[in-house]
Structures are given as structure tokens and as C-alpha cells.
């Protein structure tokens, strides 16, 4: 199984950037996908970005689309979410997910089966 661990949260204003990183380890073989979805308080978990392994192919929310990218690390089976431009709205918990089987959607939850601890960004108005 796979493991994960997000870092590189914090506080900015808007208008502001941050880079967030998610290292996976434990039976990485098995990584055909990994993504970022976010919740803030209050509200539902939602779909940020994503990345197939093998293809490299990306996926944005129209929300993020623009201000955030998606990059991987194939070495060190690591996932980073470069976000800029940041709003109050981008303020939540984000959390780090890696596929272990292939999937059809990328952007849906039900695609990932490992997940990080989450990490909190908050944007300042």
C-alpha cells in the first residue's frame, strides 16, 4: 500500500503563491495516477488537479484554472501543486491522492485509493 505525506502549506495574502508537495512511498509501482482535491470549511470536498503517471496528462478545475499547476516527479514519486494568484476562496485543506489501479475520470474521488493527512492553506483578504 502507499502512503503519502503532504507539506509546504501556510498562510499568504491574496495575490500570493505557494507550493505544495506530496511525496509517496510504500509500493509505488503500482502509481498510475496521483491529484489534489481541496475541502474548506464548511463545504465539500472538491476536485483541484490531477496527473496521469504514465502519460503525463493534467486536469484543472475551471476554478484554478490559469493560477495553479500540476507537475510530477517521476524519480522520487512526487506530486507538486504550484498555486499562484491565490484568493480567500482557495483557503481549505488540501489533500494529496494517489491511484494504485488505473481509472477511467480523473477528476472524480472514486478514482483514488490512498490519501495524505491533508494540508491547511489559508489566503488572507
Known amino acids: 500500500q502507499v502512503q503519502l505525506v503532504e507539506s509546504g502549506g501556510g498562510l499568504v495574502q491574496a495575490g500570493g503563491s505557494l507550493r505544495l508537495s506530496c511525496a509517496a512511498s510504500?509500493?509505488?509501482?503500482?502509481?498510475?495516477?496521483m491529484a489534489w482535491f481541496r475541502q474548506g470549511a464548511g463545504k465539500e470536498r472538491e476536485f483541484v488537479a490531477a496527473v496521469r503517471w504514465g502519460s503525463g496528462t493534467t486536469y484543472y478545475a475551471d476554478s484554478v484554472k490559469g493560477r495553479f499547476t500540476i507537475s510530477r516527479d517521476n524519480a522520487n514519486n512526487t506530486v507538486h501543486l504550484q498555486m499562484n494568484t491565490l484568493k480567500p476562496e482557495d483557503t481549505a485543506v488540501y489533500y494529496c491522492?494517489?491511484?494504485?489501479?488505473?481509472?477511467?475520470?480523473?477528476?472524480?474521488?472514486?478514482?483514488?485509493?490512498?490519501w495524505g493527512q491533508g494540508t491547511q492553506v489559508t489566503v488572507s483578504s
Open positions: 510504500g509500493r509505488t509501482f503500482g502509481n498510475f495516477g
Open positions: 491522492a494517489a491511484a494504485s489501479r488505473p481509472f477511467a475520470i480523473a477528476t472524480t474521488a472514486v478514482s483514488y485509493n490512498g
